[in-house]
């Protein structure tokens, strides 16, 4: 069966520092995968997919970037992280029929 | 689109009473729904899913019910337990769109014992 698994499940940085999130997932091959932040109490953002490896399409002018080094493996970084950084970040992967989407557990990140 | 600016309107139930949660689509082209429940300070978890060549669509407690003609999704819950509080989205897409989701604002549930 397929998982994904996000890490870490919490993150406190200072601003300016730099973030490295990762994801991968397991039991499927060429998912799409995205990346969404969620601000406390509120909705889902979308920040980034990725169609296949190397391909990253970015949905909103940020502070962040993201790459996919390999074919299950979705990284979101930061050269240095604002306040406004600060939110709950997911990662989820598709199958591109249907688009049904799985979510990982998130990373609640605060920027202090 | 996503309505990511906004705080979350709240559903107040007794325990043991059915809930209806609402979600209103503005594109005509949708032909998938999903609704998703996500828990405090966990990813959202898949409910339900109802193609646009069905108006309803049951599974445990819960049932979908979409309306094409004024573009309305619902989610029913029966029987509504504590377990059952958490913020719940709804989400579209359309086969012109790439499948791409597009998730609703989310409405929290809250259940009253």
């Known amino acids: 069966s397929q998982t994904i698994h996000q890490w870490p499940a919490t993150l406190v940085q200072p601003v300016g520092s730099p973030l490295s999130l990762e994801c991968t997932v397991e039991?499927?091959?060429?998912?799409?995968l995205y990346w969404y932040r969620q601000a406390a109490g509120r909705g889902l953002q979308l920040l980034f997919y990725?169609?296949?490896?190397?391909?990253i399409s970015s949905e909103v002018p940020q502070n962040l970037s993201a790459s996919r080094p390999q074919d299950r493996q979705f990284i979101l970084s930061s050269k240095k992280l604002l306040l406004s950084d600060s939110g709950f970040y997911l990662c989820?992967?598709?199958?591109?029929?249907?688009?049904?989407?799985?979510f990982g557990s998130g990373t609640q990140l605060s920027v202090l | 689109g996503e309505n990511v600016g906004l705080h979350l309107p709240t559903l107040s139930v007794q325990e043991g009473d059915n809930s209806i949660i609402n979600c209103a689509y503005s594109?005509?082209?949708?032909?998938?729904f999903i609704w998703y429940k996500q828990e405090s300070g966990k990813g959202p978890q898949f409910i339900i899913d109802?193609?646009?060549?069905?108006d309803k669509r049951q599974g445990q407690r819960v049932t979908v019910l979409l309306n094409k003609t004024v573009k309305h999704l619902s989610l029913q819950i029966a029987a509504t337990q504590p377990g059952d509080s958490a913020v719940y989205f709804c989400?579209?897409?359309?086969?012109?769109?790439?499948?791409?989701?597009?998730f609703g604002g989310g409405t929290r549930l809250m259940v009253k014992p």
């Open positions: 989820a992967w598709g199958t591109g029929t249907n688009e049904k989407l799985f």
């Open positions: 039991g499927t091959s060429n998912p799409n």
């Open positions: 990725s169609v296949g490896i190397g391909q």
């Open positions: 594109n005509s082209a949708s032909d998938y």
């Open positions: 109802i193609r646009s060549n069905m």
């Open positions: 989400a579209e897409s359309n086969n012109n769109a790439g499948n791409m989701l597009t």
